[in-house]
């Protein structure tokens, strides 16, 4: 359990997990989540392998599945903005069946282009695998713009 905690405290303290615990708060118009803990406020981004196992996949994503999903990759993009100095804009679409996908782009360049899968299961086993997708998704788009700075540009 002390093992669990440390590992939620790193993970917590990751560039990413900064950045969605910052949009997080902003969007709590009503305070009534200023006394809540960042590990708190993350906790709704974990949904243990057996939780989401019985969840169903037919039917219509829960809204708050769709707002984890939407923070989640605002974040995403917030990131790579706040790495590149570059403008990033986010394209998301989903379907009812929980499939979809990310797009972000500079002017002229796609940085990140992911296809969502199972939307209805959204959510990660531990903190810590939270901040590493999050980490990986804008470290992948920052190779893009490095490779591409030409067009990143333009």
Not at 120 to 125: K, L
Request: with cysteine; glycine share 6%.
């Amino acid at each position: 359990m002390v093992k669990l905690v440390l590992d939620d405290n790193k993970a917590v303290a990751t560039p990413f997990a900064k950045c969605l615990v910052r949009l997080i708060r902003a969007q709590d118009s009503y305070g009534s989540w200023k006394e809540k803990s960042d590990i708190d406020l993350l906790s709704c981004f974990t949904v243990p392998e057996e939780k989401r196992s019985v969840i169903p996949i037919m039917g219509d994503p829960d809204p708050d599945v769709l707002w984890r999903l939407d923070v989640f990759y605002g974040a995403v993009g917030v990131a790579i903005e706040e790495r590149s100095g570059l403008l990033v804009w986010r394209t998301m679409e989903i379907n009812q069946e929980g499939f979809g996908r990310v797009l972000f782009t500079t002017r002229r360049l796609v940085v990140l282009s992911k296809t969502l899968r199972d939307v209805h299961r959204f959510g990660f086993s531990t903190l810590r695998r939270l901040a590493k997708t999050g980490a990986k998704l804008v470290n992948d788009a920052a190779r893009v713009i490095e490779a591409y700075p030409d067009v990143a540009l333009a």
